[in-house]
């Protein structure tokens, strides 16, 4: 590590994913995702053992979901966004897939969050803007974040 004006400067892999400056997001790992996902069981097994390895490394961890508005309160962005996933033409044929208390909101129960570990609801596709991650990341001088999940390209669902 190399110091200049009072600042710490990470040189190698090491220094910059260091525990004390990672941290571990687990993307939108929610049931009514997984459930529309190829292959979905391989990728939770898969998170599940990177979450584990980041647990025993006491990583900090952040969880994302993602949740829909009511038809009433959706704007242009989500309803785009939600006739691209369920592949329709038109908005009033849009169903709200990820209200909060619907069966496909919750994380999937083997990846079930920890109460040191944080869940951020978000109503687009980033993890960061419009959510308070990046205060939580800052403010906990984490700089270098891996991310596990199924939909981390942000494409339409299968």
Known sequence: MKKIFGLEVPITLPEVCGQERMALLVYD??????????????IVARVSRVLK???????????????????????????????NWQRVDEPDLVKPWFLRDSPGFPIH?????????????KITMSAF??????????????????????????????
């Open 109 to 121: 129960p083997s990846l079930t969050p920890r109460a040191s570990e944080a869940i951020f609801d």
């Open 29 to 42: 790992m929610q049931v009514g995702i997984a459930s529309q996902t190829k292959g979905a069981d391989g």
């Open 53 to 83: 390895a980041a647990r025993d490394a006491r990583m900090r961890i952040f969880f994302t979901r993602h949740m829909s508005l009511p038809l009433e309160l959706m704007g242009a962005f989500q309803y785009r966004m939600a006739m």
């Open 129 to 158: 803007e419009g959510t308070p991650l990046e205060i939580a990341l800052r403010d906990c001088g984490v700089s270098a974040v891996a991310i596990v999940g199924i939909a981390l390209e942000a494409s339409s669902l299968p």
